[in-house]
Protein backbone atom coordinates (compact mmCIF):
# COMPACT_ATOMS: atom_id res chain seq x y z
CA UNK A 1 0.00 0.00 0.00
CA UNK A 2 1.81 3.16 -1.56
CA UNK A 3 1.08 6.88 -0.72
CA UNK A 4 -1.08 8.19 -3.33
CA UNK A 5 -2.06 11.95 -4.40
CA UNK A 6 -4.89 13.65 -2.66
CA UNK A 7 -5.99 17.23 -4.10
CA UNK A 8 -6.28 18.51 -0.42
CA UNK A 9 -6.81 22.03 -2.11
CA UNK A 10 -10.63 21.08 -3.82
CA UNK A 11 -11.58 18.45 -1.20
CA UNK A 12 -12.09 20.65 1.42
CA UNK A 13 -12.09 17.83 3.73
CA UNK A 14 -10.87 17.32 7.40
CA UNK A 15 -7.06 17.66 7.93
CA UNK A 16 -5.00 15.33 7.97
CA UNK A 17 -6.71 13.60 4.85
CA UNK A 18 -4.01 10.60 3.27
CA UNK A 19 -4.85 8.68 -0.40
CA UNK A 20 -2.79 5.31 -0.96
CA UNK A 21 -3.16 2.60 -3.96
CA UNK A 22 -4.43 -0.41 -3.76
CA UNK A 23 -3.94 -3.43 -5.97
CA UNK A 24 -6.73 -5.57 -6.68
CA UNK A 25 -7.39 -9.07 -6.98
CA UNK A 26 -7.10 -8.80 -10.42
CA UNK A 27 -4.42 -6.86 -10.88
CA UNK A 28 -5.73 -3.27 -11.01
CA UNK A 29 -4.66 -0.08 -9.23
CA UNK A 30 -7.42 2.00 -7.30
CA UNK A 31 -7.03 4.40 -5.00
CA UNK A 32 -8.46 5.07 -1.67
CA UNK A 33 -8.73 8.29 0.57
CA UNK A 34 -8.82 8.12 4.78
CA UNK A 35 -9.98 11.43 6.83
CA UNK A 36 -9.72 10.80 10.67
CA UNK A 37 -12.18 12.40 12.63
CA UNK A 38 -11.58 15.53 14.27
CA UNK A 39 -12.54 15.35 17.93
CA UNK A 40 -10.84 14.88 21.25
CA UNK A 41 -12.76 11.11 22.02
CA UNK A 42 -12.13 7.65 20.38
CA UNK A 43 -13.78 7.83 16.83
CA UNK A 44 -17.15 6.28 16.95
CA UNK A 45 -16.13 3.81 13.76
CA UNK A 46 -15.10 4.01 10.48
CA UNK A 47 -17.51 5.01 7.51
CA UNK A 48 -16.87 2.87 4.52
CA UNK A 49 -17.84 5.71 1.96
CA UNK A 50 -19.07 3.99 -1.30
CA UNK A 51 -19.18 6.53 -4.37
CA UNK A 52 -21.40 6.61 -7.65
CA UNK A 53 -20.65 6.89 -11.19
CA UNK A 54 -18.28 9.28 -12.68
CA UNK A 55 -17.06 10.21 -8.56
CA UNK A 56 -13.84 10.19 -7.24
CA UNK A 57 -12.01 10.43 -3.48
CA UNK A 58 -12.19 14.56 -3.21
CA UNK A 59 -15.66 15.01 -4.28
CA UNK A 60 -16.56 13.63 -0.51
CA UNK A 61 -14.25 15.72 1.09
CA UNK A 62 -16.87 18.04 2.85
CA UNK A 63 -18.97 14.69 3.53
CA UNK A 64 -15.93 13.58 5.15
CA UNK A 65 -15.98 16.91 7.45
CA UNK A 66 -19.75 16.76 8.59
CA UNK A 67 -18.86 12.73 9.16
CA UNK A 68 -15.42 13.73 11.63
CA UNK A 69 -17.41 15.95 12.69
CA UNK A 70 -19.89 13.61 14.34
CA UNK A 71 -17.03 11.35 15.23
CA UNK A 72 -16.37 8.88 12.17
CA UNK A 73 -13.60 8.61 10.61
CA UNK A 74 -14.43 8.10 6.70
CA UNK A 75 -12.67 5.76 3.71
CA UNK A 76 -13.74 6.02 0.49
CA UNK A 77 -12.68 5.03 -3.11
CA UNK A 78 -11.83 5.49 -6.61
CA UNK A 79 -13.71 2.54 -8.08
CA UNK A 80 -12.00 1.03 -10.97
CA UNK A 81 -12.68 2.91 -14.41
CA UNK A 82 -12.87 6.14 -12.63
CA UNK A 83 -11.32 8.74 -10.52
CA UNK A 84 -7.62 8.30 -10.62
CA UNK A 85 -7.79 4.59 -10.64
CA UNK A 86 -6.80 2.34 -13.79
CA UNK A 87 -9.20 3.42 -16.66
CA UNK A 88 -10.37 0.48 -18.79
CA UNK A 89 -10.37 1.76 -22.06
CA UNK A 90 -8.05 4.07 -24.24
CA UNK A 91 -10.67 6.82 -24.11
CA UNK A 92 -10.67 7.50 -20.39
CA UNK A 93 -13.40 9.53 -20.83
CA UNK A 94 -15.69 6.79 -20.85
CA UNK A 95 -17.12 4.84 -18.11
CA UNK A 96 -16.18 1.20 -18.50
CA UNK A 97 -16.21 -2.23 -16.19
CA UNK A 98 -15.65 -5.90 -18.13
CA UNK A 99 -18.35 -7.37 -15.49
CA UNK A 100 -20.33 -5.63 -12.60
CA UNK A 101 -19.21 -8.00 -9.88
CA UNK A 102 -15.73 -6.93 -11.10
CA UNK A 103 -16.11 -3.84 -8.57
CA UNK A 104 -16.49 -6.39 -5.62
CA UNK A 105 -12.81 -7.00 -5.90
CA UNK A 106 -12.38 -3.37 -5.41
CA UNK A 107 -14.59 -3.69 -1.95
CA UNK A 108 -12.50 -6.16 -0.70
CA UNK A 109 -9.52 -4.36 -1.55
CA UNK A 110 -10.80 -1.02 0.38
CA UNK A 111 -11.42 -3.23 3.56
CA UNK A 112 -8.62 -4.78 3.30
CA UNK A 113 -6.95 -1.49 3.42
CA UNK A 114 -9.08 -0.86 6.61
CA UNK A 115 -8.10 -3.37 8.50
CA UNK A 116 -4.00 -2.84 7.61
CA UNK A 117 -4.39 0.72 8.43
CA UNK A 118 -6.25 -0.59 11.84
CA UNK A 119 -8.99 2.11 11.21
CA UNK A 120 -11.57 2.56 14.06
CA UNK A 121 -13.93 -0.28 14.38
CA UNK A 122 -16.78 -0.81 14.06
CA UNK A 123 -17.23 -0.20 10.10
CA UNK A 124 -20.31 1.30 8.65
CA UNK A 125 -21.43 1.35 4.66
CA UNK A 126 -22.99 4.86 3.43
CA UNK A 127 -23.46 4.12 -0.38
CA UNK A 128 -24.43 6.90 -2.81
CA UNK A 129 -26.01 6.35 -6.17
CA UNK A 130 -24.02 3.43 -8.26
CA UNK A 131 -22.11 2.93 -5.15
CA UNK A 132 -25.57 1.73 -3.44
CA UNK A 133 -25.62 -0.91 -6.16
CA UNK A 134 -22.02 -2.35 -5.49
CA UNK A 135 -22.86 -2.01 -1.77
CA UNK A 136 -26.31 -3.79 -1.93
CA UNK A 137 -24.16 -6.93 -3.39
CA UNK A 138 -21.48 -6.38 -1.35
CA UNK A 139 -23.81 -6.61 2.19
CA UNK A 140 -25.22 -9.61 0.71
CA UNK A 141 -21.85 -11.44 0.37
CA UNK A 142 -21.43 -10.28 4.14
CA UNK A 143 -19.61 -6.70 3.90
CA UNK A 144 -18.39 -6.31 7.84
CA UNK A 145 -20.51 -3.54 8.51
CA UNK A 146 -22.98 -2.92 11.35
CA UNK A 147 -25.48 -0.99 9.62
CA UNK A 148 -25.99 1.05 6.25
CA UNK A 149 -26.91 3.89 4.72
CA UNK A 150 -27.96 4.72 1.35
CA UNK A 151 -28.69 7.98 -1.09
CA UNK A 152 -30.46 7.65 -4.12
CA UNK A 153 -29.10 4.13 -4.41
CA UNK A 154 -28.77 3.15 -7.93
CA UNK A 155 -31.16 -0.03 -7.49
CA UNK A 156 -32.79 0.87 -11.14
CA UNK A 157 -32.39 3.75 -13.67
CA UNK A 158 -34.68 6.15 -14.47
CA UNK A 159 -35.61 5.29 -18.25
CA UNK A 160 -38.76 5.58 -20.68
CA UNK A 161 -41.23 2.37 -20.83
CA UNK A 162 -40.28 2.28 -24.52
CA UNK A 163 -36.30 3.05 -24.13
CA UNK A 164 -35.76 0.09 -21.82
CA UNK A 165 -36.18 -3.16 -24.18
CA UNK A 166 -34.01 -0.87 -26.66
CA UNK A 167 -31.41 -0.34 -24.11
CA UNK A 168 -31.84 -4.21 -23.13
CA UNK A 169 -31.26 -5.57 -26.17
CA UNK A 170 -28.39 -2.92 -27.45
CA UNK A 171 -26.20 -3.01 -24.36
CA UNK A 172 -26.25 -6.73 -24.53
CA UNK A 173 -25.73 -7.33 -28.06
CA UNK A 174 -23.13 -4.46 -28.05
CA UNK A 175 -20.33 -7.21 -25.51
CA UNK A 176 -21.17 -10.00 -28.43
CA UNK A 177 -20.58 -7.98 -31.04
CA UNK A 178 -17.72 -6.29 -30.41
CA UNK A 179 -18.82 -2.73 -29.47
CA UNK A 180 -19.39 -2.64 -26.19
CA UNK A 181 -16.76 0.46 -25.42
CA UNK A 182 -18.59 2.65 -26.78
CA UNK A 183 -20.98 5.54 -25.18
CA UNK A 184 -24.18 4.59 -24.30
CA UNK A 185 -26.85 6.52 -26.83
CA UNK A 186 -28.06 9.94 -25.22
CA UNK A 187 -24.97 10.13 -23.31
CA UNK A 188 -21.42 11.78 -23.94
CA UNK A 189 -18.06 11.73 -23.16
CA UNK A 190 -18.11 15.34 -21.25
CA UNK A 191 -18.25 15.27 -17.61
CA UNK A 192 -21.67 16.22 -16.21
CA UNK A 193 -21.10 19.14 -14.30
CA UNK A 194 -19.51 20.80 -16.92
CA UNK A 195 -22.11 19.78 -20.07
CA UNK A 196 -24.97 21.62 -17.87
CA UNK A 197 -25.53 24.77 -16.60
CA UNK A 198 -27.32 24.98 -12.66
CA UNK A 199 -29.79 25.52 -13.31
CA UNK A 200 -32.07 22.40 -14.08
CA UNK A 201 -29.56 20.21 -13.04
CA UNK A 202 -30.44 16.39 -11.92
CA UNK A 203 -27.67 16.94 -8.84
CA UNK A 204 -28.03 19.23 -6.54
CA UNK A 205 -29.96 22.52 -5.05
CA UNK A 206 -27.48 24.32 -3.72
CA UNK A 207 -25.31 26.27 -5.92
CA UNK A 208 -21.95 26.20 -3.99
CA UNK A 209 -21.97 22.75 -3.96
CA UNK A 210 -22.15 22.68 -7.62
CA UNK A 211 -19.81 24.80 -8.40
CA UNK A 212 -17.48 22.83 -5.84
CA UNK A 213 -17.85 19.87 -8.52
CA UNK A 214 -17.17 22.03 -11.04
CA UNK A 215 -13.95 23.64 -9.70
CA UNK A 216 -12.95 19.99 -8.58
CA UNK A 217 -13.14 19.35 -12.37
CA UNK A 218 -11.67 22.14 -13.76
CA UNK A 219 -8.46 22.26 -11.51
CA UNK A 220 -7.65 18.54 -11.97
CA UNK A 221 -8.88 17.56 -15.30
CA UNK A 222 -8.01 14.01 -14.77
CA UNK A 223 -10.56 13.17 -12.51
CA UNK A 224 -13.24 13.92 -15.12
CA UNK A 225 -15.37 11.18 -16.34
CA UNK A 226 -18.34 11.35 -18.83
CA UNK A 227 -20.97 9.16 -19.81
CA UNK A 228 -21.58 5.18 -19.73
CA UNK A 229 -20.05 2.28 -22.16
CA UNK A 230 -22.88 0.45 -23.63
CA UNK A 231 -20.90 -2.61 -21.73
CA UNK A 232 -21.04 -1.06 -18.16
CA UNK A 233 -25.48 -0.36 -19.40
CA UNK A 234 -25.77 -4.06 -19.65
CA UNK A 235 -24.14 -5.04 -16.70
CA UNK A 236 -25.85 -2.46 -14.55
CA UNK A 237 -29.17 -3.78 -15.85
CA UNK A 238 -28.02 -7.33 -15.47
CA UNK A 239 -26.78 -6.61 -11.72
CA UNK A 240 -30.02 -4.21 -10.61
CA UNK A 241 -31.88 -7.55 -11.99
CA UNK A 242 -30.54 -9.90 -10.06
CA UNK A 243 -30.38 -8.02 -6.44
CA UNK A 244 -33.82 -6.68 -7.14
CA UNK A 245 -34.96 -10.77 -6.71
CA UNK A 246 -32.87 -11.56 -3.59
CA UNK A 247 -34.33 -10.89 -0.17
CA UNK A 248 -33.06 -7.70 1.37
CA UNK A 249 -29.59 -8.15 4.11
CA UNK A 250 -30.50 -8.56 7.55
CA UNK A 251 -28.61 -5.19 8.48
CA UNK A 252 -29.87 -1.99 9.95
CA UNK A 253 -30.78 0.19 6.71
CA UNK A 254 -31.68 3.83 6.27
CA UNK A 255 -32.46 5.26 2.66
CA UNK A 256 -32.44 9.16 1.83
CA UNK A 257 -34.55 9.54 -1.60
CA UNK A 258 -35.21 13.39 -3.05
CA UNK A 259 -39.20 13.66 -4.08
CA UNK A 260 -37.45 15.01 -7.71
CA UNK A 261 -35.08 11.71 -8.11
CA UNK A 262 -34.45 11.53 -12.11
CA UNK A 263 -31.70 9.30 -12.02
CA UNK A 264 -32.46 6.40 -10.52
CA UNK A 265 -35.82 4.13 -10.13
CA UNK A 266 -37.48 5.62 -7.41
CA UNK A 267 -40.06 2.54 -7.31
CA UNK A 268 -37.10 0.00 -7.04
CA UNK A 269 -35.63 2.02 -4.36
CA UNK A 270 -39.35 1.80 -2.49
CA UNK A 271 -39.97 -1.95 -2.87
CA UNK A 272 -36.37 -2.61 -2.03
CA UNK A 273 -36.81 -0.78 1.38
CA UNK A 274 -40.88 -2.39 2.24
CA UNK A 275 -39.05 -5.46 1.95
CA UNK A 276 -35.60 -4.85 4.30
CA UNK A 277 -35.67 -5.72 7.64
CA UNK A 278 -35.31 -2.87 9.93
CA UNK A 279 -35.07 -0.67 7.07
CA UNK A 280 -35.95 2.36 7.25
CA UNK A 281 -36.76 5.36 3.84
CA UNK A 282 -36.84 9.16 4.37
CA UNK A 283 -37.81 10.92 1.59
CA UNK A 284 -36.36 14.66 1.35
CA UNK A 285 -38.91 16.91 -0.11
CA UNK A 286 -37.47 18.44 -3.39
CA UNK A 287 -34.73 16.47 -3.37
CA UNK A 288 -32.49 15.80 -6.20
CA UNK A 289 -30.28 13.17 -6.52
CA UNK A 290 -27.20 13.61 -4.35
CA UNK A 291 -28.84 14.88 -1.26
CA UNK A 292 -25.33 14.13 0.72
CA UNK A 293 -24.61 18.09 -1.49
CA UNK A 294 -27.89 19.54 -1.44
CA UNK A 295 -28.60 22.70 0.41
CA UNK A 296 -27.21 22.86 4.24
CA UNK A 297 -30.34 22.16 5.95
CA UNK A 298 -30.70 18.98 3.76
CA UNK A 299 -27.25 18.19 4.33
CA UNK A 300 -27.68 18.49 8.02
CA UNK A 301 -30.73 16.22 8.21
CA UNK A 302 -28.78 13.62 6.65
CA UNK A 303 -26.02 13.62 8.68
CA UNK A 304 -27.31 13.94 11.93
CA UNK A 305 -29.71 10.98 10.41
CA UNK A 306 -26.97 9.01 9.43
CA UNK A 307 -24.82 9.39 12.40
CA UNK A 308 -27.43 8.48 14.74
CA UNK A 309 -28.77 5.60 12.72
CA UNK A 310 -25.03 4.63 13.10
CA UNK A 311 -24.61 4.95 16.33
CA UNK A 312 -27.93 3.26 17.73
CA UNK A 313 -27.08 0.25 15.86
CA UNK A 314 -23.40 0.45 17.11
CA UNK A 315 -24.08 -2.92 19.41
CA UNK A 316 -24.62 -5.52 16.23
CA UNK A 317 -20.54 -4.74 15.35
CA UNK A 318 -19.48 -7.21 16.86
CA UNK A 319 -20.79 -10.57 15.19
CA UNK A 320 -20.15 -8.65 11.65
CA UNK A 321 -16.24 -7.63 12.77
CA UNK A 322 -14.78 -11.58 11.54
CA UNK A 323 -17.14 -11.49 8.55
Known sequence: ?????????????????????????????????????????????????????????????????????????????????????????ADRRVGHVGRFTDYQMDVAAMVKAARALDLPQPYYLLAHSMGGCIGLRALMEDLPVAACAFTGPMWGIQMASTTRPAAWALSWSSARLGFGHHLAPGTTAETYVLAEPFDDNALTRDTQMYAYMQQQMTAYPDLCLGGPSLRWLNGALVEMAHLARRPAPDVPCLTYLGTHERIVCPERIMAKMKSWPAGRLEMIQGGEHEVMMDTPATRARVFDGVAAHFAAHRHTATSRRSA
Open 1 to 89: MDAAPLHHDVADGPPNGQAYWLRTADGLRVRVGHWPQTGAEKAHGTVLLFPGRTEYIEKYGRAATDLAQRGFDTLTIDWRGQGLADRLL
